[in-house]
């Protein structure tokens, strides 16, 4: 059963600072990995995706994957009040193409 | 304006009543799902559709029944309600389903409380 866990739970970052959030999975042969942002009352997001060890950018965004270590890792560059909001990492598996989710990091972003 | 509309977006039912979750979707998709939110646990992924068909079912229970008149429209009937089903049920949707499946598109959920 995959199992994908998120670090840290929460996170207080100062307004314009780097934040950095953390996800391990536990099956290296996964496929895509996926970043989702959720603010409260609202449906998850996608921000950003990543399927090739190494990493990618976007805009303000950086995510780092390491297949060997099972780790996936998303940064924050410039972080802004609005960027205050639950963040989920999803994992997609198997032949059915679902996506496994963590329980998601809470960020604020402190002006 | 909202692509996909979840109705309705609280409700509030007693044990043992039947519910129906409403979602329809207007990006033009041809997968649609239904997952589940509760407090402190992640997203669980509960039905998987595409072109009206039903492709994948991790509900173990047959009081979850997704109904789909039109490629664009899932509804999900709740019978039996149990408060543990108190939840945030939301609709997504996808350009396909598959290998290539792409990024899910969520609607905004219906939070369901029952007492």
């Known amino acids: 059963q995959e199992k994908v866990q998120q670090s840290p739970e929460s996170l207080i970052v100062p307004e314009g600072a780097m934040s950095s959030l953390n996800c391990t999975f536990s099956n290296s042969a996964s496929q895509s990995i996926w970043w989702y942002q959720q603010h409260p009352g609202k449906g998850p997001e996608a921000l950003i995706s990543i399927f090739s060890n190494g990493n990618k950018k976007e805009g303000r965004l950086t995510v780092y994957l390491n297949r060997a270590s099972l780790h996936v890792s998303l940064h924050i560059r410039d972080s802004q009040p609005s960027d205050s909001a639950v963040y989920l990492c999803a994992v997609s598996k198997g032949s059915n193409y679902q996506l496994i989710w963590g329980s998601g990091t809470k960020l604020i972003i402190k002006p | 304006d909202p692509k996909i509309i979840q109705k309705p977006k609280y409700l509030v039912a007693v044990t043992g009543s039947e519910k129906i979750l409403i979602c329809e979707q207007y990006l033009g998709h041809n997968a649609m799902y239904w997952y589940r939110q509760s407090a402190k646990k992640p997203l669980e992924f509960m039905f998987s559709?595409?072109?009206?068909?039903?492709?994948d079912n991790q509900t173990a229970s047959s009081r979850f029944q997704p109904q789909s008149s039109k490629k664009n429209h899932l509804d999900l009937q709740i019978t039996a309600l149990k408060p543990d089903d108190s939840a945030t049920y939301f609709c997504a949707s996808s350009q396909d389903w598959g290998p290539n499946t792409g990024q899910l598109y969520f609607g905004e959920g219906s939070k369901l409380t029952v007492l």
């Open positions: 559709y595409s072109y009206q068909k039903l492709m």
